[in-house]
């Protein structure tokens, strides 16, 4: 009978639209997922970039404080060595003029 097959070539006809209607689909779907993950890989690029040079220049900065700390506790530790040689003068002097060993 005519009407079966034209039935059946009908479906057959669905099918084929149904399926390329799906792989279609799924091609833009891949496509859009592809330029999604490139623009996002684009993305923390950049950020990472942002964040490297944010660590060089803090790291930079931070080297230099502690060159700066570095040389003003050394001028200070001298100080304190210069005051504490003439505190030890001073205080040899007075023990030696207590216990009354002037010679």
């Known amino acids: 009978m005519d009407i079966f097959k034209w039935i059946k070539d009908i479906e057959h006809v669905y099918n084929d639209l149904i399926n390329?209607?799906?792989?279609?689909?799924?091609?833009?779907?891949?496509?859009f997922r592809e330029e999604q993950r490139k623009e996002f890989e684009n993305f923390i690029n950049e950020k990472?970039?942002?964040?490297?040079?944010?660590?060089?220049?803090?790291?930079?900065?931070?080297?230099?404080?502690?060159?700066?700390?570095?040389?003003?506790?050394?001028k200070a530790i001298k100080k304190i060595d210069k005051q504490f040689q003439k505190s030890t003068e001073h205080l040899q002097n007075l023990i030696i003029k207590e216990v009354e060993l002037d010679f």
């Open 20 to 31: 390329n209607a799906k792989d279609f689909n799924l091609n833009d779907i891949e496509q």
């Open 48 to 74: 990472n970039q942002v964040i490297n040079s944010a660590l060089k220049k803090l790291s930079i900065d931070v080297e230099s404080e502690v060159k700066s700390f570095r040389i003003k506790m050394d």
